[in-house]
C-alpha cells in the first residue's frame, strides 16, 4: 500500500459509519450522536505504517466519548434499527416528492440516499431556510441551491409529517398561493 491515497467522500465523514473494504472504516460524527469522537479501523496491511506516534486524533477514545459511542451502538445495534431508517427515508422522500408536486415553482426534485436528503429549490436556497426556519423547521442550504432535510436516524413518522407540513407552509408562503391538498387529503 505504500504511496497509495484513499479518496474519502464529504458525506462519508459527515455521516455514519462508512466502509473502503480493501483498506478502513471510518467512524466519525454519528458515533457519538452527536458527541464528538473519532475513530478509523484498518486492515493490518492498512495499519501498517500506523505506528505510535505517526498518527493522533483530536476526538480519539476518552472515556465519556467511548460511553457515548457505546450507547449509540446499543440503540444502533438493536434488531430492526436498520430497517426503521429504510422504512422512514423512503416515507420522508415519498412525502417530499408529494410536495415538489404541488409546489414546482419553489421546488423541483428530492435527492439523496437513506436520510441524507436534499430538495432542489427553484427559488434561491437561501429563501427556502429562512421560511422553514419562520415555520421552526432548521435545514441548511448546500450546493447547486438544495435545501438539506437530515433527520436523526431515530426519526418518526410524526416527526416525517410535521417536517413536511413545515416545507408545505413555506412553499406557500414563498409562492403567495394557497396550499393544494394531495389526493386523499
Known amino acids: 500500500m505504500k504511496n497509495s491515497i484513499l479518496k474519502v467522500h464529504p458525506e462519508e465523514i459527515e455521516t455514519v459509519i462508512n466502509r473502503h473494504p480493501s483498506v478502513l472504516m471510518s467512524l466519525a460524527k454519528a458515533l457519538g450522536g452527536g458527541f464528538p ?10 495499519a501498517a505504517g500506523m505506528t505510535p ?7 480519539g477514545g476518552n472515556p465519556l466519548a467511548v460511553a457515548a459511542a457505546n450507547a449509540v451502538l446499543d440503540v444502533m445495534l438493536k434488531p430492526g434499527f436498520f430497517e426503521h431508517v429504510q422504512k422512514m427515508s423512503l416515507l420522508l422522500k415519498q412525502k417530499l416528492a408529494s410536495a415538489v408536486d404541488r409546489h414546482p415553482g419553489v421546488i423541483s426534485e428530492v435527492r439523496g440516499e437513506g436520510l441524507l436528503i436534499g430538495v432542489k429549490a427553484v427559488v434561491p ?6 421560511a422553514l426556519r419562520e415555520q421552526k423547521l432548521l435545514t441548511v442550504g ?23 407540513a413545515s416545507l408545505e407552509r413555506a412553499c406557500v408562503a414563498l409562492s403567495g398561493g394557497p396550499l393544494k391538498r394531495a389526493a386523499g387529503q
Not at 125 to 130: C, F, K, N, R
Request: with cysteine; glycine share 10%; aromatic share 4%.
Open 125 to 130: 436556497s437561501g429563501d427556502l431556510v429562512a
Open 142 to 164: 448546500a450546493g447547486e441551491n438544495v435545501v438539506r432535510f437530515l433527520p436523526p436516524l431515530i426519526v418518526s413518522e410524526a416527526d416525517i409529517e410535521q417536517s413536511v
Open 53 to 59: 506516534g505517526s498518527h493522533g486524533s483530536t476526538f
Open 37 to 46: 469522537i473519532g475513530a478509523c479501523l484498518a486492515t493490518a496491511d492498512a
